[in-house]
């Protein structure tokens, strides 16, 4: 069995985040993000990784773009590219150029997808074994899938995703390890629940109150698992798998729909037993 071990990230500092001024996801709560409490929430994960030994890299977030703190849904890193996303709403089209510009000043190669194709990067894609899943319905669709295996080559497992507060795959979907991954069904369309439960050796069910209390959203590196706080028997059941439970209040964050995992954009990685 493998652990991913992160290595370093890409955050961005939500200096101003707390302008938040549309939604489109229904987590969303526009003029009600506290901006010290974000500020102090986001300090927080850093110091956590920081304390696992991940080196984090720091990009400052510009003005009139509160969403670019989410720099997981950016791109994809893989093999020294990125994989630029295309974001589906305009408020959010003008976060990847300031991503694009961090990317190439740091040395990556940056691609991008076919003009008519949406992707919002990790946000909806999890590379897992020798698979890919990506998740299709509300911000991308079925016709990405293609050029994603062409671009990786690898094949994608298409996660359907029916419930609009599960907009994005990394919403209510967690891999833990290369055997394991939390999901939670009603998320997802029957073809791909029967889906994943043909392919993932060990596919454990979030109850109601975890996937509301956005357990899907956790970060696993090496034995520990940063998660939003307060999910008591999500922190159990890490523990009966032999895992670190490492709670962090991200609740500012939860109100744009976003959580751990949007926050951390994984720059490099290693794969352990
Ligand atoms: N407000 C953002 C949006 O709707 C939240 C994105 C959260 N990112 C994620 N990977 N789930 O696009």
Known sequence: MLHKVIKKVLMC?????????????????????????SLKEW?????????????????????????????????????????LSRFKHKQ??????????????????????PANLHLE???????????????????????????????????VVVIEIVDPYFFHL??????????????????YSQKSQKKLKEIVPNLIEFTKTEAFGFCGNSVATDHHVVYQEGNYSFDNKLRHLGYK????????????????HCLTNILEETYES
């Open 170 to 187: 990394d919403v209510g979907f967690f891999p833990l390890n290369s055997n394991t991954i939390f999901y939670y069904p009603p998320a």
């Open 43 to 83: 300090n927080n994960l850093v110091s956590l990784y920081k304390s696992l030994d991940i080196e984090v890299e720091i990009l400052k977030q510009m003005p009139d773009v509160p969403d670019m703190v989410f720099s997981t849904d950016q791109g994809i890193v893989h093999g020294g590219n990125l994989l």
């Open 92 to 113: 959010r089209k003008n976060e990847s150029k300031h991503y694009e510009k961090w990317f190439q000043k740091n040395g990556y190669k940056v691609k991008t997808l």
């Open 245 to 260: 439970p490492d709670p962090v209040d991200l609740g500012e964050f939860v109100k744009s729909g976003g959580g751990a």
């Open 121 to 155: 990067g990790n946000g909806e894609l999890f590379f897992w074994n020798d698979l890919i899943f990506l998740g299709v319905g509300f911000r991308s669709n079925k016709s990405v899938a293609k050029a994603i295996s062409r671009f990786f080559g690898k094949e």
């Open 13 to 37: 500092e939500p200096i101003h985040f707390s302008s938040l001024n549309y939604s489109i996801n229904p987590w969303m709560k526009p003029g009600k993000i506290n901006k010290e409490k």
